[in-house]
């Protein structure tokens, strides 16, 4: 069969693509990430499997083994291959020979700070992004970040966000360069922070994303215009039918690329019982009633 590597988008579940949520809806196993909404996964009538207890190399095996004689959809936060992890497991599949599709996400680098009034570009401004991983401040090249020209986007920083301003201003970025924090951007959770780079705070909460930037202070232009847009909404797109979501699974299953011949396996139960203990079948309603803290 196959696996199917998609994007749920940065965390309100009506950002998905309508490709993705179909092939929600077809997968036999869903693997999807905890911060996932849990309106997205109660979207699939398959087993699910939360990835956040296995390792990364638990998961590259099961994604392998299951996906050699089932429809397998591994559904992450944002876009597969911006520190998701994708093209890890992507290359596992490949290596085992195992058929695969990446279905690209909303990602949180131009959305997150875009819903909040943020853009991460803007003539005059910035013509330029930079993205990087700051779960380790102190590992940074701090130097070559404070020289960047354009905008710094930092995932996985909003813990240390004080500690990322710290280092930048002590190799030359000015203090009063306008930055923000974003809290679980998307959700109803949401909180933005905004200040200079030199009276940046930690996260209240996260996930968090930190924005650094001139950009940053569109954001109060736009407000005080109007301008922010409509309320978003947490409502799943129903314009993506059963038939509609059980067309695009056979399309994809038809697919003639392939890295060779699958090989048969255990059935499902008896490989999620070797990899996570005893299989059980979700209810899928009952998957709303999980955390994405």
Excluded: C, W
Aim: avoid cysteine.
């Amino acid at each position: 069969m196959s696996v199917a590597l998609v994007g749920a988008g940065p965390g309100d579940p009506g950002l998905i693509t309508v490709k993705g949520l179909a092939y929600v809806r077809e997968a036999d196993v869903l693997v999807y990430d905890r911060l996932v909404s849990p309106e997205l996964v109660a979207e699939s009538d398959g087993i699910m499997i939360e990835r956040d207890r296995l390792s990364q190399e638990q998961v590259n095996e099961l994604l392998v083994e299951l996906g050699r004689d089932s429809f397998v959809v591994r559904l992450k936060g944002g876009d597969p291959l911006l520190f998701g992890r994708g093209g890890e497991e992507a290359l596992a599949l490949a290596d085992a020979d195992v058929p695969f599709e990446i279905v690209p996400g909303v990602s949180s680098l131009a959305s997150v700070p875009g819903s909040v009034g943020i853009p991460v570009t803007h003539r005059g401004l910035s013509s330029a992004v930079t993205a990087f991983a700051a779960h380790d401040v102190e590992a940074l090249d701090a130097a070559a970040l404070a020289r960047v020209p354009g905008t710094l986007v930092a995932f996985m920083g909003g813990a240390n966000a004080r500690r990322l301003a710290q280092r930048l201003i002590e190799h030359g970025k000015p203090a009063s360069t306008p930055a923000a924090v974003i809290s679980r951007g998307t959700t109803d959770d949401e909180q933005v922070v905004v200040s200079p780079l030199g009276a940046l705070e930690d996260a209240v909460a996260t996930p968090a994303l930190v924005v650094i930037g001139d950009v940053v202070a569109v954001r109060e232009a736009l407000q005080s215009g109007g301008r922010r847009g409509a309320p978003r909404s947490r409502e799943i797109p129903r314009a993506v039918s059963s038939t509609a979501a059980a067309t695009a699974g056979r399309r994809f299953r038809r697919r003639s690329r392939s890295f060779g011949p699958a090989t048969p396996t255990a059935p499902i139960a008896s490989v999620l019982r070797s990899k996570i203990g005893a299989a059980t079948l979700a209810s899928p309603r009952s998957a709303s009633s999980r955390s994405t803290a």
